[in-house]
T-cell receptor, first 117, second 110 residues
Framework: NAGVTQTPKFQVLKTGQSMTLQCAQD?????MSWYRQDPGMGLRLIHY???????DQGEVPNGYNVSRSTTEDFPLRLLSAAPSQTSVYFC????????????????FGAGSRLTVL | GQQVMQIPQYQHVQEGEDFTTYCNSS?????IQWYKQRPGGHPVFLIQ?????EVKKQKRLTFQFGEAKKNSSLHITATQTTDVGTYFC??????????FGGGTRVLVKP
């Protein structure tokens, strides 16, 4: 049982380049999300999905796109990378967002460290 | 929107001493969760509190949810070097997204 798998672990981009951060989970979780972590800022929600075919914006969505074609995968696309997007990105999933106590506990991937020059 | 604040941002603790980190929400929460992130690692779930005034313990860690369900605390007794890391609280109001606090980074002096 792999949990939440993120690739790549490290990436360096030049300003204006595009790329996709991959996230896959094998726990049949309905809810998947992307966070970015910057020093002193905690974890900020970028985009999330409550199920296949459904996505929504979080706190800091600008410059990022997502899609959810399957339950397992939730890729994050940077359309035109900017230095302000240098960060550590975490994908997280949970069985469901609300409802049964404990069902909304997040399982995080190992993270993807992105540097934009 | 919902805001969650954590204090202190940094905590330097002598090994063997106790300390407490605090979490305050701008809105009433339906539940609060605590996560620990080791240096270079990813956040790992520690515990969830759902009831007003609830207190839960995990070995040397004591978690408390305030009576008004707007604040929470984590108290660590007899700090060890294994306690090093960043502790995040995260709260959600009913039906809303989980909002994380900025974290308390704990450094332990041997």
């Amino acid at each position: 049982n792999a949990g939440v798998t993120q690739t790549p672990k490290f990436q360096v981009l030049k300003t204006g380049q595009s790329m996709t951060l991959q996230c896959a989970q094998d726990m049949n979780h309905e809810y998947m999300s992307w966070y970015r972590q910057d020093p002193g800022m905690g974890l900020r929600l970028i985009h999330y999905s409550v199920g296949a075919g459904i996505t929504d914006q979080g706190e800091v969505p600008n410059g990022y796109n997502v899609s959810r074609s399957t339950t397992e995968d939730f890729p994050l696309r940077l359309l035109s990378a900017a230095p302000s997007q240098t960060s550590v990105y975490f994908c997280a999933s949970t069985l469901r967002r609300t409802g049964v106590s404990g069902a909304n506990v997040l399982t995080f991937g190992a993270g993807s460290r992105l540097t934009v020059l | 929107g919902q805001q969650v604040m954590q204090i202190p941002q940094y905590q330097h603790v002598q090994e063997g001493e106790d300390f407490t980190t605090y979490c305050n929400s701008s809105t009433t929460l339906s539940n609060i969760q605590w996560y620990k992130q080791r240096p270079g690692g990813h956040p790992v779930f520690l515990i969830q509190l759902v009831k007003s005034g609830e207190v839960k313990k995990q070995k040397r860690l004591t978690f408390q949810f305030g009576e008004a369900k707007k604040n929470s605390s984590l108290h660590i007794t007899a700090t060890q070097t294994t306690d090093v890391g960043t502790y995040f609280c995260a709260g959600s109001a009913a039906g809303n997204k989980l909002t994380f606090g900025g974290g308390t980074r704990v450094l332990v002096k041997p």
